[in-house]
């Protein structure tokens, strides 16, 4: 009886731990700033920046952040129309494109277009956002 009680008890804490972990709802929001930062911090590993590409390359993404904050607080706030979030961020992304192609290598450029390829598409069958 007692080992029954015990399991149930073990049971009962390990769904609450479960439950109590953070998921994809809870997810803190990153301002511009951080989310360029923290792009930029990616750029310069993935596509090995020069110390003159990096303050360059974080002001294409900061300006890339701030747009994307602004699509996404539209969508939310108008109805949630996502398809044409989808659309919006994708302008952008070529948009940002455009503009590293100005900064970076062609070595570099070629493993940026290869790393937009190749990163899930939210909302696409088995999409999601890249964790790194």
């Known amino acids: 009886m007692k080992k029954m009680l015990f399991g149930i ?6 769904s609450i731990t479960v439950s109590a972990q953070p998921g994809r709802g809870n997810r803190q929001q990153l301002t511009p700033e951080e989310s360029a930062k923290r792009q930029t911090e990616q750029f310069k590993t993935d596509f090995k920046l020069t110390d ?3 303050p360059k390359v974080n002001e294409v993404n900061l300006v890339y ?3 994307a904050a602004k699509v996404r607080e539209n969508a939310r706030g108008g109805g949630g129309d996502f398809s044409a979030m989808r659309e919006e961020m994708n302008k952008l992304e070529t948009q940002r494109g455009t503009a590293l192609e100005k900064i970076l290598t062609k070595d570099q450029m070629a493993a940026y277009k290869k790393w937009v390829a190749d990163r899930p598409q939210r909302g ?4 999601g956002r ?3």
């Open 9 to 14: 008890i073990c049971l009962l804490v390990l």
């Open 124 to 127: 696409a069958p088995g999409g």
């Open 65 to 67: 952040a701030k747009a």
């Open 130 to 132: 890249r964790n790194n």
């Open 52 to 54: 003159q590409q990096v």
